[in-house]
Each structure stands twice: as C-alpha cells, then as structure tokens.
C-alpha cells in the first residue's frame, strides 16, 4: 500500500515501504511581503525538520515547474535525497547556482525516469494557469549568471510539466497549476488526480475537456492553502482568496461525474 500526502501547496509526500517521494515540496512559505519586496531564502530550520520528518530517508524528487513557490526548498533537500532529481533545465541552472552541478535527470517533455525499481515519472508538458492578472506569473527560465538569493521573478516558470506518477501500479497526476496541454495528455489517463484550483476560472478546458481525457477515479484539489503563510498543527488552515471552490466542484461533477471529489486538510493523505 501506497500512502499520497498532501504537504502543503504543491507538494506531495508519496511514500511506499520506508521510502519517502517529494513532489514540489515548499516547507519556507515567506510571507506576502517577502515575495513583493524581498529575495527569498530557504529556511534551513524548516528544511530540516521536514527531512527529519521523514527519517531522512527521501529516495526521489520531482518538481513541475520552476515558480518559487514550487522550487524554492529542492536546493535544501536535494542533499537528503539519495535518488534522482527530476526536472527541467531550469531546475538544473536553480541546483548548480547553489553547488549542486549535474544533480538534475534534465526533461524536456514526455520522458519517463524510474524514481526506483517500482515507481516512475513521466514529465508531460503542460501549461501554467493564468493566475496573475490574466498572466502566466514569472515566464522565462532562472537565469544562470545570477546571484543568489534570487526575488521571486528570478524563480522563471521553465519547462512546465505535469508530472505522471505510477507508484505501486496506481497513476497519480500532478496537476501543479490550472492549466493543461490536452494534445500533450493524450493517451493518458490516471487513478487520482491532484487539480490546483486557484485560476480555473480561466482555463475552461482544465475543467471541462481535461478530467473527462484522464478519466480519474479520484479528483483530490490542492495548492489552494495561502502559501504565503504557516501551516498550523490543527484542522483550520489559511486559504487563498477568489477560488470559488463551490464553481469548481459543480464544474467538475457536470463535466466527469464518475470522479469522487475528495478533499484534504494539508498533510492529509490518502492510501492507494
Ligand atoms: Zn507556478
């Protein structure tokens, strides 16, 4: 048996027989002032209690994008990671800024890497939502002749994918953000479904077209916690403003009713 857990914003926690797999994991959370003004820095407090966590033992990591709130922390974790780290070239330019040279199984679209014997990833391109003002935040790619530490603008989007997991025969996609390639998901479908909600108003295939191609057994929203702020230990956690959660559940039960829409408290999970 699988275990899926929500650990906040995009990040996934899948875990199978001792062995911890990381998604975009984002422990740091700097406030809404710290992204408008400031450069952002990795809380090693918070790196590590998160690693420790999960009893050090993280066997493989996959981010979707390189947007702060996606990517800031896998520079701290990625030395707590015994396995493969997989992601775009921008990712691998983000690693090398901080040391970490060639740490990154580089994707540029449709490639499948084996995190371990019996767990893979397929890096399907995807597309961003238009969260910002209409726009897709921080385009571009983190640029190499930087200096650390970066703002969040120098965290650029590069390869947007949507990563598909099969973890102990189960599909899990990674829907990082209210946007979808539906030529690029053609041919694959999946058991469970993580859906970012913030921006799905702007993306009507996301909610119409998208499920209806995948056919998802379990439709689970995320990354809709404001990340901007700490998660505390109880039930009651911040949430991002304008989602419109009630919209996007009626839109999903009219467009693939067969789904179960199940909802997590962040660091709450699932079995599969
Ligand atoms: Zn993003």
């Not at 490639?111 to 003002?133: K, N, P, Q």
Request: glycine residues 10%.
């Amino acid at each position: 048996m699988a275990r899926i857990r929500w650990t906040g914003a995009a990040g996934l926690e899948l875990s199978l027989d001792g062995r911890t797999f990381l998604v975009d994991p984002y422990v740091t959370r700097p406030s809404k002032y710290s992204i408008l003004f400031k450069a952002l820095v990795s809380d090693k407090n918070a790196v590590q209690s998160f690693v420790q966590g999960r009893d050090g033992n993280i066997a493989g990591m996959v981010a979707g994008h390189t947007h702060f709130d996606h990517a800031l922390d896998i520079p701290g974790i990625a030395p707590f990671c015994r396995g493969p780290v997989v992601g775009s070239k921008s990712l691998e330019t983000l690693l090398a800024l901080h040391g970490l040279n060639h740490r990154v199984r580089v994707c540029r679209g449709e490639e499948t890497v084996a995190l371990d014997h019996d767990i893979s990833v397929t890096m399907i391109l995807s597309a961003h939502g238009r969260v910002m003002m209409g726009q897709v935040p921080y385009p571009g790619k983190i640029n190499g002749c930087t200096r650390l530490p970066m703002k969040a603008r120098g965290y650029g989007i590069g390869t947007m994918f949507m990563p598909k997991i099969v973890i102990n025969g189960t599909t899990i996609l990674h829907a990082g953000s209210a946007g979808v390639d539906l030529h690029a998901m053609d041919g694959h479908t999946c058991d469970v479904l993580f859906m970012c909600v913030p921006g799905w108003q702007r993306s009507p295939d996301y909610v119409t077209k998208f499920p209806r191609l995948v056919e998802p057994k379990i439709i689970v929203p995320f990354h809709y916690d404001d990340f901007t702020r700490a998660l505390g230990p109880g039930p009651n956690f911040p949430v991002l403003p304008f989602l419109d959660m009630d919209g996007f559940v009626r839109a999903l039960s009219k467009s693939f009713p067969k789904a179960d829409i199940l909802f997590l408290n962040p660091n709450g999970s699932l079995e599969v």
